[in-house]
Each structure stands twice: as structure tokens, then as C-alpha cells.
């Protein structure tokens, strides 16, 4: 490992706490990690597993905290082992999840009380984006700080945005996922029409992705369709529902109308309420083929 690097602490290595930590380790960052369930493939692409939050930010420079729920976060926060009463002073603590703007603050606000210093950085991109380096870091908070861990940003990816203050990042995250629900569901409806048309799903996916009809969104879950590939999912229904909600409750307090995610939302509910919660969001398609399938019958 190159000595002038900064240890790298990240609590969370899961679906997307891995990819990060792997874009690290191949930058030759030394990095300590902890998840309350086993870290063998952490392990195994050179990262070091640690005992506790606390642990972590005793042995790193700088902390990378990537949870999937608040209550995940709290936890890992508070109490005995946790993040608040290891940090050292003036250490940085990157926020990667995502929660509401005003859990997030408090959050932050709680750290800097603590001594730490504090950046929001929102991924936006699927784990599969995230290892080829292709995700981009939504930004939120003081331009110095994120001038001071440049090469460890850039060592994730190299596409970043700084937003403006601590909380803008998550704004933005809602949006680009409110947006990817949309694609998602109209990726299903143009596969759908395609095979219905006679054309082989491969064909469609291909074609499609080329023209003025794609998206990053068609490109990436249109060969999922076409192939039936559900599982392992890189962005499972369960994981968009924190989304949905999040980015509807900011569409209603914003004021914003929603037609097309209002119609896209009850595709991805219904899901999760048929057992799909564990399957990638492109399985959507599989809702747009049984409703096409029940209005040709009642069409008869």
C-alpha cells in the first residue's frame, strides 16, 4: 500500500459499501471496514475487517459511512463501539447513505458536536456503475473539505458534483432515483411492445440502446429483461422503496406535480407486495406482461 495515503474507514459494506471499498483497494487505499453480518469478500479484495464502528474510526483518517437505513445509522452512532465516541478531532466523516434532508442534517450536526467534520456524498448509479467507475458523487457541503479528499473521490469516481450546503446531495439522489423508477417502467413497456411486435427481446434491448431511445437506465435493464435476469439484484425493489417514499414526500412539500412517477409508483409497490422485493427493479416487466396479457384476454 502507498504510505501517503489516508486509512480509509467505512462502516457498511454491503451492496454498495463493497463496490466503494474495491474502487479504494484498487487505489491502493488502506481500508478498514465493519458490517454487523460477515466480510468475507470484503476480506478477500484486501480490505481489513474491524470489530466495531468505534474500531474503525480508531484506526482511519477519514470515515466513509454507508448504511441503508437511519435506525442502521443510529446504531452505528450511539452508544457502546459506536462512531460518536471514537472520533478524533477534526476527523472527516463522508455520509454516503441516504435518508431525509433533516435526519441527515441532525446527523451531521451531532458529529461536528463530537469534533468530526462532516461531507455528504450521495452515489447515484447501481453497483454494477459503481465498480466500472461510472456512478456519480452528488456532493453536500464546504468546497475546502472536498478539495482535501479529492484523490480519495476521484479514486470512487470521477464524476462529481458539489451541490451547494450539507443536505443538498440527497435533494438531488431523489430525483435522479425519481427519475430511474420512470425509466425503469418505460423500459419494461417498450421491451413488452417489442416482443408483442415479433421482435426478440436481445434485438429490442441492442436496437434500442443505440438511438435516440435510450437511457443509462434502458441500457443497463433492458438485456436484464430480455435475458430474465432478476437475480442477483443489483438495485432489488426493496432497496427503491426508501426512494419512492422519500421522493414523493419531497415532490408533495415542494409542491410538484407528479404524473408519470405517480402512475410508475404502484408498478414497483405491487411488486414488493407479490413477493418481488428480493428480485432487481427490472422485474417490473414482468407486471407490464401479465396486465398486457389479462387486457388481451378482455379485449377477446
Known amino acids: ?82 462512531v460518536l465516541g471514537a472520533l478524533k ?65 476521484d479514486a470512487i469516481t470521477p464524476n462529481q458534483f458539489l451541490l451547494g450546503e450539507y443536505g443538498s446531495a440527497v435533494a438531488m439522489k431523489l430525483i435522479a432515483n425519481y427519475l430511474l423508477t420512470i425509466h425503469t417502467l418505460a423500459a419494461a413497456e417498450a421491451m413488452n411492445l417489442g416482443k408483442r411486435a415479433g421482435f426478440d427481446p436481445r434485438k429490442v434491448a441492442e436496437v434500442i440502446a443505440q438511438g435516440a431511445g435510450g437511457s443509462a437506465m434502458f441500457s443497463l435493464r433492458a438485456p436484464m429483461m430480455a435475458e430474465r435476469r432478476f437475480q442477483p439484484a443489483p438495485g432489488p425493489f426493496v432497496t427503491l422503496a426508501k426512494y419512492l417514499e422519500l421522493g414523493s414526500r419531497m415532490a408533495q412539500d415542494l409542491g410538484c406535480v407528479t404524473p408519470l412517477f405517480t402512475t410508475a409508483m404502484p408498478f414497483f409497490q405491487r411488486a414488493i407486495a407479490q413477493g418481488m422485493g428480493d428480485e432487481d427493479i427490472a422485474a417490473v416487466i414482468k407486471l407490464i406482461e401479465s396486465d398486457s396479457e389479462a387486457q388481451g384476454k378482455s379485449d377477446q
Not at 435526519?103 to 447501481?126: D, M, Y
Not at 453536500?140 to 480519495?152: H, K
Open 1 to 82: 500500500m502507498e504510505t501517503n495515503l489516508p486509512t480509509v474507514g467505512l462502516v457498511g459494506i454491503g451492496q454498495l459499501g463493497l463496490p466503494l471499498a474495491c474502487n479504494l483497494l484498487k487505489s491502493r487505499y488502506r481500508v478498514i471496514g465493519y458490517r454487523r453480518s460477515h466480510s468475507h469478500e470484503f476480506v478477500a479484495a484486501g480490505g481489513i475487517a474491524a470489530d466495531s464502528p468505534a474500531s474503525v474510526v480508531r484506526q482511519s483518517d477519514v470515515v466513509l459511512m454507508c448504511l441503508p437505513s437511519e435506525e442502521a445509522q443510529l446504531n452505528v452512532l450511539e452508544g457502546k463501539g459506536g
Open 89 to 153: 478531532p477534526s476527523q472527516l466523516v463522508i455520509e454516503l447513505g441516504t435518508y431525509s434532508r433533516a435526519f441527515k442534517v441532525e446527523q451531521a450536526l451531532r458529529i461536528q458536536a463530537a469534533g468530526g467534520r462532516v461531507l455528504e456524498a450521495e452515489v447515484s448509479g447501481s453497483p454494477p456503475m459503481v465498480v466500472q467507475r461510472r456512478a456519480a458523487l452528488y456532493l453536500g457541503g464546504d468546497a475546502q473539505v472536498v478539495e482535501e479528499c479529492q484523490p480519495l473521490l
